[in-house]
């Protein structure tokens, strides 16, 4: 069944290249057509907006019959994909899976996904926290990853064009918070993963959970 | 599960009426090849409160359970049989939910279950120019007949129709709930289009698969674990319910025992099946290992290699670093003069602190061990007894060749091999129990009846292992072992009929949550 596997990566190859309206992109990395980059721009009105997004795409030998495996190479601040490994939690890649199913339409679903995050089924359990808590400051966050890392072109109204997002901001955190805790003599990347790890951020950010955040920073 | 529709049937053997009559649990007597040993012993089997009554089934009458289920679905909902192996598969072949929620809503028990209703005929509207069909999985082009798809209209070819359930059903074996190949469509294959588009191993396969699905989900069923045994055994008194005051040991045909409230490979009786799962872990933790490094060995004090003492004195020197010291104040042996045997430091306070907390880890670790090393034991020995029966078989065919003894009158050795063996397996598990009990009388009066079957195990082990080859004591020792092997065999009945009906007397009371 080789050759149908090849057959059909090479005609779905072929399609993707012949449709420009979709904006997905298939890409050879060598002269194997069994590890591929897929690519797609982040979808209008989200924070992904104007960032272009790469994907590592590996053809099982069982293909199409078993799952596509992907994963973000570009760095994504997302609940359904680790910040670190970039793996993504999506059904359709595990046991809802159809032979059906294309590289091309399983690119289109990853971009969907980024359209609409499911937290209750998080990849990454920090980042689903902080979608929780604060959407407003997850937004934030997620688009200074999409300036910082996936090259969308920084907002025109807040930011100044071409500032650099700082460490705070792509933990999703406040300078305020930060520069509170480091004017007690704490390390900045101490305060930061520790703020991070505690979701101090929204609401959470109280007496208790200040209390808990020094107790963590003296340990 | 209500296949049989009879309960009559369910036991093994038939029923003997001696006024035993329990709610819960009825009982049938475990078989019992003692009594012909001994006129002491030579009562009616008994029906226990604690024994469950049991059949076994080949695979064949399983086979059967599940037709004679679809086939009373078949005719009531008026449904092809594929279709009403589908609903009771979805059901859990619980018919009787099924017919509740089919009546309520037909539509939706069949949409449910993965049989969306018959759509119309189906029209070739993807035709290519060619009249040929375009597969939309291998991207080839065929001819029709080479084509297949379900009532859900979803055509595939039939090679990839095969290379998907083939995966299915060996890669990932799934049996009942294979669907449609089409993203998001629950249609579940048929059987007989599974046996129609795979080859017939992968059919067979399959077969066994929705075989085993059967028996993994009725609580009444239960595969027999021994290897190469393809007997299912069928009992309805031991639900996961009853479990914390039965231990239901069944014996498949094969002629292993087995629990079938966990399925454990041999009879783990009097424990609980909870408390074996326990005391497995515990045994089986790494844990344990830690402690009893921490407990039995110590480190040099020089290179810090990792000593046990095997006896000796005092004086140790490091095989690794030649270092010499004290084995009981750990500190140079240089400083100890010539009092060789005894260590005049030991009470310096630098020493004590160490040796308190190995103390404290030593009393836990020791309480394990005392209980670990008797299970393991009884477990070892049995498996010895097993192997000197072997031996001394061959001597008993010479015995019956030389001597005028029958063959009748030589089976006592196997007899009472027997009987060792089977005490010292309920002895094991006797000190797993032992190790989860409370401290209190009852458990004294365990332990007492404990004692005892292990003082009469090991007369009898001390007497099998007498010479039996001198033709002239052979009747005294005959006479001997013959007895002895009854005492044992009736200090095992009171210790097993003691804790078992404990169970549902309540009297045992555990250190952990049964």
Redesign the interface.
Known sequence: ?SD?RL??VQ?EIKDCAKDKTSNISIDMIDESPFHLIGAFPGPPDTPYEGGYYEIDIVIPD?Y???PVKMKFITKVYHPNVSSASGAICLD?LKD?W????TLKSTLISLQSLLCEPVPNDPQDAEVAKHYLADRNSFNATAKHWAQAYAQAPAHKKKNEPGKVATDAELAGLSEENVVGFTDMGFSRDQVISILKKLNYRGNNVNPQSYNAVLEELLK | MSSDGDNDDFLYEDEYDDGFDQDDIDSTSEPDVYDAMSPAIEEAPQKKPYDVSWKVKTLQEIIDMQNKEIMKVQSLLEVPASSAAILLRHYVWNSEKLQEQFWNDPAQALEEAGLSPPSSPTTHTSTQPTGLFEC?????EYDYSSTYSMGCE?RFCK??WM??LT?KIK?EGESAKIQC?????KRIVREEVIDDLVTHDISKRYHNLLNAAFVADSPTLRWCPHPNCEYIIECSQAPTRMLNQLVPTVECKCGHDLCFGCGYSASHRPVLCRIVKLWEKKCADDSETANWLQANTKECSKCQSTIEKNGGCNHMTCKKCKWEFCWVCMGPWSEHGTSWYQCNRYDEKSGIDARDTQAKSRASLERYLHYFNRWANHEHSAKLDAEFYQKTEKKMEQMQNSGNLSWIEVQFAKQAVDAVIKARITLKWSYCMAFYLKRNNMTELFEDNQRDLERAVENLGYLLEQNISDTDSIAKLRQDITNQAAYVQKRHDILMDDTLRGYLERRWEFTVDT
């Open positions: 069944m149908a057959r059909r005609k069982a199409p019959f078993q359709i809802a159809s032979p059906v199913l | 939309p999985i291998c991207c080839m979803h090679d990839c290379e998907y995966g890669g190949m089409e993203s998001g469509c």
